[in-house]
């Protein structure tokens, strides 16, 4: 028996969105690499062993900008990506607020390391549309500028589907249902309705109602008829369920998406082969958080078969990001057996 593959363990990085006021809207500092394959970037770094992340973040801004006054960092999210060299970061993102700094300046990096020598050029953006940044350090922009980002859901549009619901068992499938999505928009665009509809014997009919802003996916309420009926309303750090007749409060230890998003979420990503991101979500009908994984592989169609973890349940999608359709769907409930949502 061969030795088994020991586990590698995720880099620890922290970034730093800091931000100023500037004539009545927020500003997030940026720099220009000198290296000009590196592009324009926001201060970050990595986490030393038995470092905690936050005063990781704190050190890392003030070596890479001098700057040295701010309130207590934020914390805005954390997920694990995966770098250029194929390496896997888990990445903790903070808002750093700032109230004196100019316009413009550069700095040479006093932390060692690759930097070691260079001069950044420092200053400020207003829109996550205002210059390209390095790939993935715009992942979470819209949360402290507020605008509409490249993977919000707002570049979705008003839309109807209907699919069959397979049931393959042992090979054998049969239609025992249809599902019906309706994607609408409220409040002048700014906020996204997505209605799912299930009409099946088998399975009993099943409807869900979910609300989120179409800017920055933050879920606003959900109602869902199945399991008796439960409705959830999103409140900054905590979301309240409302089920049986009796309200519970549970806090959000993230900034989390919507479970009942995921479907929508994933036709918004630059999805490429290789594709690999992961997600706090939290679960109204289990009224936990959850750590949602994507891994995304292309297909010779040119769509792409994604795989989300559920925690410990998996589901695929066939995604086409040229048109942003969900195409298919199909999880395995139980050995030998297989659900498939499909046209």
Sequence with gaps: ???????????????????????????????????????????????????????????EMIEETGLTEWGKPVFLADDRWRADDGSTHHRHFYRLEQRDAPDQ???????????????LTLFWISSPGDIPLARGHGDYLHHVLEERSEDGLGCLEASEDVKQV????????????????????????????REQTLTSEEMGNRRTVTRLMAATNRPLSVEDTGGGGVRAVYAGDHVMIER?????????????????????LLRTLPL??????????????????????????????????????FGAMTQW?????????LLKQSSEPAPGLKMEFRR
Excluded at 112 to 118: D, S, T
Excluded at 276 to 284: C, E, G, K, T
Excluded at 317 to 325: A, G, K, L, N, S
């Design 1 to 59: 028996m061969g030795r088994e593959k020991e586990r590698v363990e995720p880099i620890k990085k922290a970034y730093g969105y800091i931000t100023r006021n500037h004539d009545g809207r927020p500003q997030v500092l940026v720099f220009q690499h000198p290296i000009l394959e590196a592009g324009i970037q926001i201060p970050k770094g990595t986490v030393e062993d038995g470092e905690d992340p936050e005063a990781a973040v704190v050190r």
């Design 105 to 119: 300046w550069q700095h040479d990096p006093s932390g060692g390391g690759e930097e070691e020598g260079l001069q």
């Design 166 to 193: 397979y049931l393959i068992e042992e090979g054998v499938e049969r239609i025992i249902g249809e599902t019906r999505e309706r994607i609408s928009f409220e409040e002048g665009g700014a906020v996204l309705v």
């Design 244 to 264: 049986d007749g009796r309200e519970k409060r549970v806090s959000l230890h993230h900034l989390p998406i919507e479970t009942f998003s995921v479907e929508l």
């Design 272 to 309: 490429e082969g290789g594709y690999v991101r992961s997600f706090h979500a939290f679960n109204v009908l289990k009224e936990e958080e959850q750590l949602i994984e994507i891994h995304a592989d292309e297909q010779p169609d040119g769509s792409f078969k994604v795989k989300v973890g």
């Design 317 to 325: 999608y066939w995604i086409r990001t040229d048109t942003r359709e």
